[in-house]
């Protein structure tokens, strides 16, 4: 196995190539020949300074989006609720990978290394679940569309919300209740300290939501193009008119599902066959990717969004472009 610098920061398990300094020490107090000073190591690991900068970038992101719709009265409809979630859930995300470089150079503890990783665990959970959770209500949105403004869906949009923070929480809190592998080094996963189960139990989570997510999408796609044709036959569109509408619906469908499976499916797949014995620089390698997701989604899931864009520019300069306030929402707009 390859040695990493002495400095990895808590996702991993501690080096094991400590052996034999005690003997090469001892060998060199007794030599004739001058002991030659060892090289400098590595204060910082280079990724632990990438996954901090990537945390950054996530919180500042992430908090235009949480206090546009926390500020703004008419942001409350579902839709919005929901990528408000995402968008929480993905700031502290951020938050927790800035706060674990912290620890780990600053004050290194196993309890701290529990509380941030519990912290991050946690909020990526969320922030997958919030992703599902916008799925359903884009589906249910189109499938229920004469129904859908009522006040029941308000009520299954909050317990959607209960539910999936809920279960986000209590993922979150594994480690620190005791399932995790510093009583026993080697049921350690590629993320110390969490244990082999505790990551596959995560990663089989994620392969089941995405393929939920898969069939949800493939199912929006359907009615996307039916209503697209309905509308082309009632306004007398062209065929080329109605091509163009359902293949812009089905291309943003597309980037939406294989961002994210790009972002989380390497890590996902890694942390299944691979253990605490694998390089680091696998984790590190798989894992940055997973980090760009909730870089990503306020771009897909919020700064899209017609009214969110709106809120920005009345933030921003105080109006709102002519091209916004005339914009008409299309099938292809999921």
């Not at 002495?6 to 034999?20: I, M, T, Y």
């Not at 036959?233 to 619906?249: D, E, I, N, P, W």
Request: glycine residues 6%; proline residues 5%; contains cysteine.
């Amino acid at each position: 196995m390859n040695e990493d610098p002495k400095a990895n920061g808590s996702w991993l398990p501690p080096d094991h190539a400590e052996g034999g300094s005690a003997e090469n020490a001892s060998g060199a107090g007794s030599s004739l020949v001058p002991a030659v000073e060892p090289e400098p190591e590595l204060l910082v690991n280079p990724w632990d300074i990438v996954l901090c900068t990537s945390g950054t970038l996530i919180s500042c992101e992430n908090a235009v989006v949480v206090l546009i719709i926390f500020h703004n009265p008419s942001l409350r409809a579902p839709m919005f609720l929901l990528i408000g979630s995402l968008a929480l859930a993905d700031l502290l995300a951020g938050v927790g990978l800035v706060v674990n470089f912290v620890f780990a150079y600053l004050l290194q503890s196993e309890a701290t290394k529990l509380v941030t990783v519990g912290l991050i665990v946690a909020s990526f959970s969320a922030s997958v679940g919030s992703l599902l959770a916008i799925t359903v209500d884009r589906y249910l949105s189109l499938y229920y569309a004469l129904t859908y403004n009522s006040e029941r869906t308000v009520t299954f949009t909050y317990v959607m919300l209960v539910l999936l923070w809920g279960a986000a929480i209590c993922i979150g809190l594994l480690p620190v209740l005791g399932w995790n592998c510093l009583g026993d080094e080697s049921t350690c996963s590629v993320i110390r300290p969490l244990t082999k189960n505790n990551a596959a139990v995560l990663s089989v989570s994620f392969l089941l939501m995405f393929a939920l997510m898969l069939q949800l999408y493939i199912q929006i796609c359907k009615i996307v193009m039916r209503h697209a044709h309905q509308i082309a036959l009632q306004h007398h569109f062209l065929a080329t008119s109605h091509y163009v509408t359902t293949r812009k619906g089905v291309s943003t469908l597309a980037i939406i599902l294989g961002t994210f499976a790009a972002c989380w499916m390497p890590f996902t797949l890694y942390s299944l066959i691979a253990d605490y014995t694998y390089p680091s620089i696998y984790t590190y390698a798989t894992l940055l990717p997973a980090t760009y997701n909730s870089i990503i989604n306020p771009v897909i899931y919020a700064f899209r969004n017609q009214e969110i864009q709106k809120a920005l520019w009345l933030v921003c300069c105080g109006c709102i472009p002519s091209h916004l306030s005339q914009r008409a929402r299309s099938p292809s707009d999921v």
